[in-house]
T-cell receptor, first 112, second 116 residues
């Protein structure tokens, strides 16, 4: 039972263009969401988060959008840079929970 | 400051042996988590510590898996009688407090376990 799903295993984008990574969830008890970035042989690094009371959060080149009615969130990276090439995981949690539930990840490749 | 550290970085063991994985969280972080990532999959929650107690150990796959934390610091994850399906990267994360947005989890580099 996958409560957090990233349906695109990979995404390829040209440098300077927008990257859009998508994530769907099923558990309506989740009330905050995070995006992590992971390079090979390293642990995931926190990128950006959003509370369920918001529909958008922006940090520099990264923006996360949340559509609660559709149980869908997305991460926009603009402009994309070759250094953004990594695996991106979305994760969901609840304030009374300790754990995060992760999606399977999307491999982003940004071509120069 | 120092991040989350894990040791060993790589561990190769024979089926049936016991292994012990170590995590040193960020100093002052009271919450500690263990996850594992099998090849091509997402992170799978194993256990959560708040201080030295484990209020959520629902992700431990079998009674061969156990974990402890002492002194609100170091944690060890022990896998007894390892099986080939235990092969994965085991990740530890720590967090400043129990919950709430803004208290994101900080991950260590992981221990890659290979069971032959």
């Amino acid at each position: 039972d996958q409560q957090v799903k990233q349906n695109s295993p990979s995404l390829s984008v040209q440098e300077g263009r927008i990257s859009i990574l998508n994530c769907d969830y099923t558990n309506s008890m989740f009330d905050y969401f995070l995006w992590y970035k992971k390079y090979p042989a390293e642990g995931p690094t926190f990128l950006i988060s959003i509370s369920s009371i918001k529909d958008k959060n922006e940090d520099g080149r990264f923006t996360v959008f949340l559509n609660k009615s559709a149980k869908h969130l997305s991460l926009h990276i603009v402009p994309s840079q070759p250094g953004d090439s990594a695996v991106y995981f979305c994760a969901a949690g609840g304030t009374s929970y300790g754990k995060l539930t992760f999606g399977q990840g999307t491999i982003l490749t940004v071509h120069p | 400051g120092a991040g989350v550290s894990q040791s060993p970085s790589n561990k190769v063991t024979e089926k049936g042996k016991d292994v012990e994985l170590r995590c040193d969280p960020i100093s002052g972080h009271t919450a500690l988590y263990w996850y594992r990532q099998r090849l091509g999959q997402g992170l799978e929650f194993l256990i959560y510590f708040q201080g030295n107690s484990a209020p959520d150990k629902s992700g431990l796959p079998s009674d061969r898996f156990s974990a402890e934390r002492t002194g609100e610091s170091v944690s060890t994850l022990t896998i007894q009688r390892t099986q080939q399906e235990d092969s994965a990267v085991y990740l530890c994360a720590s967090r400043l407090s129990r919950g709430g947005l803004g208290n994101e989890q900080f991950f260590g580099p992981g221990t890659r376990l290979t069971v032959l």
